[in-house]
């Protein structure tokens, strides 16, 4: 099987950074788009980044232009550096890789979540 996990996230002030990391472990054959979406309790899961095996990547437009998705896929792992951090930005935050993890078959894997917390 495959697993992810997560590690970055805390407490941080209003205009801070933090850094998450995602790293993938288990059998794999290749990863395809490694995503982070984030979740605040009582509302739908939302979708925040993607980096694509193909070398682009989106945002969605309330983190455009300070966070920052980037992916090693030597180390399995895909980074969201987050700037000027707001408290709206305060959620779980999850990643989801497409994996190849048997010769024919392609699935999503999801992450445990982190916190992060902006707060003065």
């Known amino acids: 099987q495959v697993q992810l996990v997560e590690s970055g996230g805390g407490n941080v002030q209003p205009g801070g950074s933090l850094r998450l990391s995602c790293a993938a472990s288990?059998?794999?054959?290749?990863?395809?788009?490694m995503e982070w979406h984030r979740q605040v309790p009582g509302k739908q899961r939302e979708w925040v980044a993607i980096?694509?095996?193909?070398?682009?990547?989106q945002y969605i437009d309330s983190v455009r232009g300070r966070f920052t998705i980037s992916r090693d896929d030597g180390k399995k792992t895909v980074y969201l550096q987050m700037n000027s951090l707001q408290p709206d930005d305060t959620a779980n935050y999850y990643c989801?890789?497409?994996?190849?993890?048997?010769?024919?078959?392609?699935?999503?894997?999801w992450g445990q979540g982190i916190q992060v917390t902006v707060s003065p």
């Open positions: 980096s694509t095996s193909f070398g682009s990547t």
């Open positions: 989801k890789f497409d994996v190849r993890w048997e010769i024919n078959t392609v699935n999503s894997f």
């Open positions: 288990g059998t794999i054959y290749g990863i395809y788009n």
